[in-house]
Structure formats: structure tokens, C-alpha cells
């Protein structure tokens, strides 16, 4: 397994509320897959971290207390981008697996997207360069 920190990049940290239940879910519907889960007796997910075939990394936790996350808020607070290389067959498999997504949009003739919000309420936009 390649070391992802060998190289500087950004790797966007999310909060959610039941950070084991977003695991599952992120990996069911979108593909990711799990690289480490690091989990209380208690059996709350502090930590976790998922990755895509293609490349990229996320990590999430959960952070207790007080925390509320976008759905609970009613707002989107972040966008996550990600790029794929067949957007038609990531966005069927991302509904029959019981995502909610937008229709397919373009942009400028130069790629095509949709956006899906997990159950927490975090925005996902999944893109295809054409």
C-alpha cells in the first residue's frame, strides 16, 4: 500500500454525527473503499479514512458533543469535488444503491456532473472531463 502522505496534498477531514454509518454508506454508494477505522469501545467511529481506486483520500470522524452536521443545520457547509471517469455509471450505481441525485448537468461542453448529499447533508459533486 502506497504511502498517501509521501506527497503534499490536500485530504479534506469530515464531520459527521455517526462517522461508522457514513463509512458505510460513502463506501456502499460511492466506491470508496476503507483504508482504516478507528473505533471506541463504545463503538463510536472516532476516526476513519476512505479512499478511491483513481486516487484521493478523505478522512472523517466523528467529534461528539455538541456537534451538529448540515442536515441538522439546514445548510450546506462544504462541496466535496470528485472526479470520475465514467460520471453515467457512478451515478447509477450511486441511485440504485438509494442515493438521491441530481439530474446530469454540462458544463461548457467540457464536462458533465451531479450532485448527491449524503445523509448528514454533506454535498457531494461528482465530475467527468469530456
Known sequence: MADYRADPQVIPYLLYEDAGAAMDWLI????????ARHQ????????????LDGGGVIMLGSPGGGFRG??????VTQLQCV???DLLAHREHAISAGANAS???????????YTVDDPEGHRWYF????
Not at 465530475?127 to 469530456?130: A, C, I, N, Q, R
Request: without cysteine.
Open 127 to 130: 465530475s467527468e472531463p469530456l
Open 40 to 51: 471506541e469501545q463504545d463503538g463510536v467511529v472516532r476516526h476513519g479514512e476512505l479512499a
Open 70 to 75: 448540515p442536515a441538522r443545520l439546514g445548510e
Open 103 to 113: 439530474e446530469v448537468s454540462m458544463r461548457a461542453g467540457r464536462a458533465r456532473s
Open 28 to 35: 456502499s454508494v460511492f466506491g470508496f473503499t476503507e483504508r
Open 83 to 85: 472526479t470520475v471517469t
